[in-house]
């Protein structure tokens, strides 16, 4: 029974492989999405219908509250992302050359990834960890550089492959370590056989070195960019929040689980590492022209503020990290569905070409200011409250100096995506504007997304 969301995704993604075989392609462009989210649907009933307490295989899949947060971040994300791309899919109101190829192969592929990540929070063991990291993450490679007669996305999918493999294969050298001090797989008897050997702070750091990769915590953060510019904006919009939080959740596991009794000492580490990332993110971001470069600096610096979560106290930094990555999620990829419509509409990828855009499409402007103000943390949006949790967190552990820190860092990234509500309110409309135009499945996930960022931060629930 507690492993029914993650058997539902993968009986999903055979059905559609399989339904591929007889089904005319003009066919499944059109319900090959439906039934995604249809299916995705059903795993989110699944996963609020299923007792939060349960595990099986003698402990090693467990499900917790904390489970089942992570598992409703990455079932939503799912779930809006497939409600994006089905005008990607069928070739309604889009570019011809934005028409997504292979549209059931990129689903299976997408709900394989997913799959991954529902069994990444779930394990405790070492092996178990590592073979769903992988899982969620090697998927990823093909989905970036899906479009292949796209330069930039046959380098996106490269450049990922090779930090993906450079960031395995430090994680997999710091979980050797860990074993070969302690001799023990399981993650709950590692927290209690723990020495304090040299090689487990080794061990420890490898791991997170490789996770940072995944989170783009900086200095890992270098791929970031390039290929969140060269991926499909679809891909990119998935990378930006499932990815992050499937990384984060690693780290959930060894900071929180395992090396709890560390974790005071590993925190002005982590202090400083959480200052600079938001620092060089918010910095750089500052300076972007392509909205989806710039996007990918914006993530960088959310990084450094979900990092803050783990230096509070244990209960209080759980609580704050989870809020913000649901926060995060519904917020970024709102910002994602309208970047999404109107390059898939217009061609366009720059700050620049959102100019007027409230004059011509006046609800997608106020959905995009709305996503973006709640990532910048502007009361009463969501966004807000999470940071609030966040910055509250840090402060219960002594952290003021990162608080005012994070503050400042804050107001900065107002300056920044003040830049795009700026073209879309301010500037004159070039022409007559470009006319974005969409069906009501991307409606309906746009809309889910901005109603979530409104009434999370209204209703905080956690």
């Known amino acids: 029974m507690a492993m029914l969301p993650e058997i539902t995704l993968l009986v999903l993604a055979f059905v559609i ?229 499937a990384g984060v959740a690693v780290l959930f596991h060894l900071y929180f689980r395992v090396f709890v009794e560390l974790l005071p000492d590993w925190s002005p580490m982590l202090a400083v590492v959480a200052l600079i990332t938001m620092s060089l993110g918010n910095l750089v971001a500052i300076v972007q022209e392509n909205i989806k470069r710039f996007m990918a600096f914006s993530s960088v610096s959310q990084a450094g503020y979900i990092l803050m979560g783990f230096l509070g106290p244990t209960q209080e930094g759980v609580q704050a990290i989870l809020f913000y990555l649901l926060v995060y999620a519904v917020s970024n990829l709102a910002v994602f569905g309208v970047i999404i419509l109107f390059s898939s509409t217009t061609g366009k990828e720059n700050i620049g070409d959102f100019r007027g855009f409230s004059r011509t499409h006046p609800l997608l402007a106020l959905i995009m200011m709305l996503a973006l103000f709640s990532l910048a943390g502007i009361p009463p949006l969501s966004g807000f409250t999470g940071k609030f949790f966040l910055f509250s967190a840090a402060a219960k552990a002594g952290y003021y100096w990162l608080v005012v820190a994070a503050a400042v860092n804050s107001t900065i990234s107002l300056y920044y995506y003040l830049r795009i509500v700026r073209q879309m309110y301010i500037e004159p409309v070039d022409g007559v504007g470009d006319k974005v135009t969409m069906t009501w499945v991307p409606r309906f996930a746009l809309g889910l997304s901005i109603l979530a960022t409104i009434l999370l931060g209204v209703i905080p629930v956690i």
């Open 17 to 245: 492989l399989l339904t591929d075989l007889f089904v005319p392609l003009a066919t499944m462009r059109k319900w090959a999405p439906l039934g995604a989210m249809l299916g995705l649907a059903v795993s989110l009933v699944l996963l609020f219908a299923l007792p939060t307490e349960s595990s099986l295989f003698g402990g090693r899949f467990v499900m917790d509250e904390v489970t089942w947060w992570f598992k409703l971040v990455f079932l939503v994300s799912g779930f809006l992302v497939v409600g994006f791309s089905a005008d990607l899919m069928s070739g309604k109101h889009i570019r011809k050359d934005q028409l997504l190829e292979s549209p059931s192969e990129f689903l299976v592929v997408l709900l394989f990834t997913l799959t991954g990540m529902l069994y990444l929070v779930s394990s405790r063991d070492m092996v178990t960890m590592y073979v769903s990291l992988e899982l969620a993450t090697i998927p990823l490679f093909v989905l970036a550089a899906w479009r292949k007669r796209d330069e930039l996305s046959e380098e996106a999918g490269m450049k990922y492959l090779i930090s993906g493999a450079l960031a395995s294969a430090f994680m997999i050298y710091g979980l050797g370590l860990i074993y070969g001090v302690t001799g023990v797989m399981e993650l709950n008897q590692l927290s209690g056989d723990l020495a304090t050997h040299p090689m487990i702070w080794v061990g420890l750091a490898l791991v997170t070195a490789g996770v940072g990769f995944k989170v783009t915590l900086v200095p890992f953060h270098m791929w970031a960019a390039d290929v969140y510019q060269g991926a499909p904006t679809l891909v990119t919009a998935f990378l930006s929040v499932a990815s992050k939080a």
